[in-house]
T-cell receptor, first 115, second 113 residues
Protein backbone atom coordinates (compact mmCIF):
# COMPACT_ATOMS: atom_id res chain seq x y z
CA UNK A 1 0.00 0.00 0.00
CA UNK A 2 1.62 3.23 -1.20
CA UNK A 3 -0.56 5.46 0.97
CA UNK A 4 -1.91 7.31 -2.07
CA UNK A 5 -5.65 6.89 -2.58
CA UNK A 6 -7.46 7.43 -5.85
CA UNK A 7 -11.21 7.37 -6.50
CA UNK A 8 -13.06 6.12 -8.39
CA UNK A 9 -11.16 3.01 -9.47
CA UNK A 10 -13.30 2.58 -12.57
CA UNK A 11 -15.46 5.04 -14.47
CA UNK A 12 -17.50 4.55 -17.62
CA UNK A 13 -19.04 7.55 -19.28
CA UNK A 14 -20.14 8.90 -22.64
CA UNK A 15 -18.50 11.28 -25.06
CA UNK A 16 -19.09 14.92 -24.26
CA UNK A 17 -19.44 14.29 -20.53
CA UNK A 18 -17.36 15.63 -17.64
CA UNK A 19 -15.75 13.61 -14.85
CA UNK A 20 -13.71 14.35 -11.75
CA UNK A 21 -10.94 12.10 -10.46
CA UNK A 22 -9.81 12.46 -6.89
CA UNK A 23 -6.47 11.83 -5.24
CA UNK A 24 -5.41 11.85 -1.61
CA UNK A 25 -1.63 11.93 -1.26
CA UNK A 26 0.40 10.22 1.42
CA UNK A 27 0.12 11.91 4.77
CA UNK A 28 2.37 14.95 4.82
CA UNK A 29 3.29 14.91 1.13
CA UNK A 30 2.96 18.35 -0.40
CA UNK A 31 3.53 17.46 -4.06
CA UNK A 32 0.94 15.77 -6.23
CA UNK A 33 1.57 14.63 -9.79
CA UNK A 34 -0.98 13.45 -12.37
CA UNK A 35 -0.10 11.02 -15.14
CA UNK A 36 -2.06 9.49 -17.98
CA UNK A 37 -1.29 5.96 -19.16
CA UNK A 38 -2.58 4.80 -22.51
CA UNK A 39 -1.48 1.98 -24.79
CA UNK A 40 -0.21 4.23 -27.56
CA UNK A 41 1.22 7.10 -25.48
CA UNK A 42 2.73 5.31 -22.53
CA UNK A 43 3.01 7.22 -19.25
CA UNK A 44 2.52 10.92 -19.88
CA UNK A 45 2.95 13.60 -17.25
CA UNK A 46 -0.04 15.92 -17.05
CA UNK A 47 0.41 18.36 -14.19
CA UNK A 48 2.05 18.87 -10.79
CA UNK A 49 0.90 20.77 -7.73
CA UNK A 50 2.91 21.72 -4.69
CA UNK A 51 1.12 22.85 -1.55
CA UNK A 52 -1.84 24.16 -3.51
CA UNK A 53 0.09 25.87 -6.29
CA UNK A 54 0.58 24.64 -9.83
CA UNK A 55 4.27 23.77 -10.19
CA UNK A 56 4.65 22.20 -13.63
CA UNK A 57 2.50 21.46 -16.64
CA UNK A 58 2.99 18.72 -19.15
CA UNK A 59 0.92 17.42 -22.02
CA UNK A 60 -2.39 18.37 -20.48
CA UNK A 61 -5.24 19.23 -22.82
CA UNK A 62 -7.16 22.47 -22.39
CA UNK A 63 -10.28 20.37 -21.70
CA UNK A 64 -8.53 19.05 -18.59
CA UNK A 65 -7.88 20.98 -15.40
CA UNK A 66 -6.71 20.21 -11.91
CA UNK A 67 -6.41 21.74 -8.51
CA UNK A 68 -4.99 20.97 -5.10
CA UNK A 69 -7.01 21.90 -2.06
CA UNK A 70 -5.87 23.20 1.37
CA UNK A 71 -6.08 19.67 2.80
CA UNK A 72 -3.66 18.66 -0.01
CA UNK A 73 -6.01 16.35 -1.86
CA UNK A 74 -6.17 16.95 -5.58
CA UNK A 75 -8.80 16.64 -8.28
CA UNK A 76 -8.38 16.20 -12.02
CA UNK A 77 -11.32 17.41 -14.07
CA UNK A 78 -11.82 16.05 -17.56
CA UNK A 79 -14.49 17.69 -19.72
CA UNK A 80 -15.95 17.32 -23.21
CA UNK A 81 -14.69 13.77 -23.11
CA UNK A 82 -13.61 12.04 -26.30
CA UNK A 83 -13.02 8.37 -27.05
CA UNK A 84 -9.29 9.01 -27.00
CA UNK A 85 -9.43 10.12 -23.37
CA UNK A 86 -9.99 6.53 -22.32
CA UNK A 87 -6.94 5.70 -20.23
CA UNK A 88 -5.61 4.93 -16.80
CA UNK A 89 -5.03 8.10 -14.78
CA UNK A 90 -2.48 7.95 -11.99
CA UNK A 91 -1.81 10.25 -9.13
CA UNK A 92 1.52 10.24 -7.32
CA UNK A 93 2.85 12.12 -4.34
CA UNK A 94 6.24 12.90 -2.93
CA UNK A 95 7.54 14.39 0.26
CA UNK A 96 10.06 17.14 0.71
CA UNK A 97 12.25 15.41 3.23
CA UNK A 98 14.51 13.95 0.55
CA UNK A 99 13.95 16.48 -2.22
CA UNK A 100 14.65 15.21 -5.71
CA UNK A 101 16.32 12.07 -4.43
CA UNK A 102 13.08 10.64 -3.06
CA UNK A 103 10.81 8.38 -5.05
CA UNK A 104 7.25 9.15 -6.08
CA UNK A 105 4.49 7.03 -4.57
CA UNK A 106 1.70 6.07 -6.94
CA UNK A 107 -1.94 5.34 -6.36
CA UNK A 108 -3.73 2.39 -7.97
CA UNK A 109 -5.15 4.60 -10.70
CA UNK A 110 -8.56 5.50 -12.06
CA UNK A 111 -9.52 3.67 -15.23
CA UNK A 112 -11.65 5.88 -17.45
CA UNK A 113 -13.62 4.40 -20.31
CA UNK A 114 -15.36 6.79 -22.69
CA UNK A 115 -18.04 5.20 -24.87
CA UNK B 1 15.92 17.94 -21.81
CA UNK B 2 16.18 14.81 -19.73
CA UNK B 3 14.96 11.51 -21.11
CA UNK B 4 15.22 7.75 -20.73
CA UNK B 5 14.84 5.04 -23.33
CA UNK B 6 14.00 1.39 -22.99
CA UNK B 7 15.09 -0.26 -26.22
CA UNK B 8 13.14 -3.49 -25.75
CA UNK B 9 9.35 -3.64 -25.77
CA UNK B 10 9.45 -7.20 -24.47
CA UNK B 11 11.92 -9.48 -22.73
CA UNK B 12 11.34 -13.22 -22.44
CA UNK B 13 13.21 -15.26 -19.85
CA UNK B 14 12.98 -18.79 -18.53
CA UNK B 15 12.38 -19.20 -14.82
CA UNK B 16 15.63 -19.53 -12.92
CA UNK B 17 17.67 -17.72 -15.56
CA UNK B 18 19.15 -14.27 -15.02
CA UNK B 19 17.23 -11.35 -16.44
CA UNK B 20 18.21 -7.91 -17.68
CA UNK B 21 15.89 -5.06 -18.62
CA UNK B 22 17.74 -2.28 -20.39
CA UNK B 23 17.53 1.47 -19.89
CA UNK B 24 19.63 4.33 -21.23
CA UNK B 25 19.40 7.94 -20.16
CA UNK B 26 20.14 11.39 -21.45
CA UNK B 27 20.75 13.96 -18.73
CA UNK B 28 22.88 17.06 -18.48
CA UNK B 29 24.26 16.82 -14.98
CA UNK B 30 23.94 14.11 -12.37
CA UNK B 31 21.05 11.74 -13.07
CA UNK B 32 18.50 10.62 -10.49
CA UNK B 33 17.33 7.29 -11.91
CA UNK B 34 14.49 5.03 -10.83
CA UNK B 35 12.93 1.67 -11.68
CA UNK B 36 9.25 0.94 -11.17
CA UNK B 37 7.18 -2.20 -11.77
CA UNK B 38 3.52 -2.36 -12.76
CA UNK B 39 1.48 -5.53 -12.35
CA UNK B 40 -1.75 -5.87 -14.36
CA UNK B 41 -4.43 -3.41 -13.29
CA UNK B 42 -2.23 -2.03 -10.54
CA UNK B 43 -0.32 1.15 -9.84
CA UNK B 44 3.41 1.61 -10.19
CA UNK B 45 5.56 0.20 -7.42
CA UNK B 46 9.00 1.57 -6.65
CA UNK B 47 11.84 -0.96 -7.02
CA UNK B 48 15.06 0.97 -6.62
CA UNK B 49 16.90 4.17 -7.38
CA UNK B 50 20.34 5.52 -8.14
CA UNK B 51 21.24 8.90 -6.71
CA UNK B 52 24.96 8.77 -6.08
CA UNK B 53 27.63 6.42 -4.76
CA UNK B 54 27.93 2.73 -5.50
CA UNK B 55 27.15 1.88 -9.12
CA UNK B 56 25.34 -1.31 -8.12
CA UNK B 57 22.06 -0.54 -6.44
CA UNK B 58 20.00 -3.17 -4.65
CA UNK B 59 16.24 -2.95 -4.43
CA UNK B 60 13.05 -4.81 -3.65
CA UNK B 61 12.21 -8.43 -4.57
CA UNK B 62 15.86 -9.33 -5.29
CA UNK B 63 16.26 -6.80 -8.09
CA UNK B 64 19.38 -4.73 -8.59
CA UNK B 65 20.50 -2.19 -11.16
CA UNK B 66 23.87 -1.21 -12.51
CA UNK B 67 24.60 2.44 -13.20
CA UNK B 68 27.16 2.98 -15.96
CA UNK B 69 28.09 6.59 -16.55
CA UNK B 70 30.26 6.02 -19.61
CA UNK B 71 27.49 4.08 -21.36
CA UNK B 72 24.71 6.27 -19.88
CA UNK B 73 22.86 3.13 -18.88
CA UNK B 74 20.92 1.93 -15.87
CA UNK B 75 20.02 -1.70 -16.53
CA UNK B 76 17.76 -3.64 -14.19
CA UNK B 77 18.93 -7.14 -13.28
CA UNK B 78 18.00 -10.18 -11.27
CA UNK B 79 20.16 -13.29 -10.88
CA UNK B 80 17.30 -15.78 -11.00
CA UNK B 81 13.93 -14.88 -12.53
CA UNK B 82 10.59 -15.98 -11.08
CA UNK B 83 7.31 -16.43 -12.95
CA UNK B 84 5.87 -13.85 -10.54
CA UNK B 85 8.34 -11.27 -11.88
CA UNK B 86 6.28 -11.11 -15.09
CA UNK B 87 5.09 -7.50 -15.30
CA UNK B 88 5.68 -4.16 -17.00
CA UNK B 89 8.88 -2.40 -15.98
CA UNK B 90 9.53 1.31 -16.27
CA UNK B 91 12.78 3.21 -16.06
CA UNK B 92 12.51 6.88 -15.10
CA UNK B 93 14.63 9.96 -14.50
CA UNK B 94 13.67 12.66 -12.05
CA UNK B 95 13.66 16.14 -13.54
CA UNK B 96 15.58 18.82 -11.65
CA UNK B 97 12.95 21.49 -12.29
CA UNK B 98 9.83 20.58 -10.33
CA UNK B 99 10.79 16.99 -9.72
CA UNK B 100 8.46 15.07 -11.98
CA UNK B 101 9.47 11.62 -13.20
CA UNK B 102 10.05 11.18 -16.92
CA UNK B 103 9.37 7.59 -17.90
CA UNK B 104 10.62 5.31 -20.60
CA UNK B 105 8.07 3.51 -22.73
CA UNK B 106 8.15 0.40 -20.58
CA UNK B 107 9.37 -3.17 -21.08
CA UNK B 108 7.08 -6.15 -20.75
CA UNK B 109 8.90 -8.93 -18.91
CA UNK B 110 7.61 -12.44 -19.41
CA UNK B 111 9.06 -15.26 -17.31
CA UNK B 112 8.04 -18.75 -18.40
CA UNK B 113 8.26 -21.88 -16.23
Amino acid sequence: DSGVTQTPKHLITATGQRVTLRCSPRSGDLSVYWYQQSLDQGLQFLIQYYNGEERAKGNILERFSAQQFPDLHSELNLSSLELGDSALYFCASSGQDRGLTGELFFGEGSRLTVL
Amino acid sequence: AQSVAQPEDQVNVAEGNPLTVKCTYSVSGNPYLFWYVQYPNRGLQFLLKYITGDNLVKGSYGFEAEFNKSQTSFHLKKPSALVSDSALYFCAVREYQGGKLIFGQGTELSVKP
